[in-house]
């Protein structure tokens, strides 16, 4: 019993720090993310796009696990939100459960379709970085096709760490932006963003 609620509990701890993770055969396809995070030193918000696409020749449900960081320095995650763009008949999406470190959803897709999930977050921050899983991509066995990443931080909030190198970077009102856009990604470190006030 003791061995199995220790093999449990590793099981759980590599979800928990491995962003979007495949558990079990990887039968769907993760293809490409476009991710949007907004970043004022107190509070990170995410609304991301997620492309799947079933390229086997049966239809396909699995469950995947979305880690979300969450530890001193970073609440849990509160107004979760899943919802599938414009789904064709068949494709589904849906949250199974939620814990302090993130949540399992489960997709369905018929054969041959690709199919975008939008997730949203919001996380408060009590310390000078903001954090969000990058490297879970490896549990998939290959590179994003295509990644746009695009923070918008307030102009007043001082950054000292970029997650990427290189972005595009604009001015408008008060607000400040960053944007990286990548073919063939596959990531050496997650998305973190260090700063102070």
């Known amino acids: 019993m003791r061995d199995a609620l220790k093999y449990l509990f590793i099981i759980l701890l590599l979800a928990c720090c491995c962003s979007l993770a495949a558990i079990?055969?990887?039968?769907?396809e993760f293809i490409q993310e476009d991710l949007v995070f907004r970043l004022d030193g107190k509070t990170l918000e995410l609304d991301g796009d997620y492309w799947f696409c079933n390229n086997t020749q049966e239809d396909i449900t699995q469950q995947l696990y979305f880690p979300i960081p969450s530890d001193s320095m970073n609440a849990p995650a509160e107004k979760i939100r899943l919802v599938m763009t414009d789904p064709?008949?068949?494709?589904?999406a849906k949250i199974i459960s939620v814990n302090k470190h993130g949540f399992w959803f489960e997709v369905s897709l018929p054969t041959q379709t690709i199919a975008v999930c939008q997730i949203s977050y919001q996380q408060k921050l009590q310390g000078?970085?903001?954090r969000y899983v990058l490297m879970s991509t490896h549990s998939w066995g290959k590179p994003l096709e295509w990644v746009k990443y695009t923070l918008i931080t307030t102009k007043k909030l001082q950054i000292d760490k970029l997650p990427l190198?290189?972005?595009?970077?604009?001015?408008?009102g008060r607000k400040r932006i960053y944007q990286w856009e990548l073919t063939n990604f596959m990531p050496e470190d997650d998305f973190i963003v260090e700063f102070h006030r």
């Open 165 to 172: 190198p290189d972005p595009l970077i604009k001015v408008k």
């Open 24 to 28: 079990g055969p990887n039968f769907l």
């Open 128 to 130: 000078n970085s903001a």
């Open 88 to 92: 064709m008949p068949g494709q589904t």
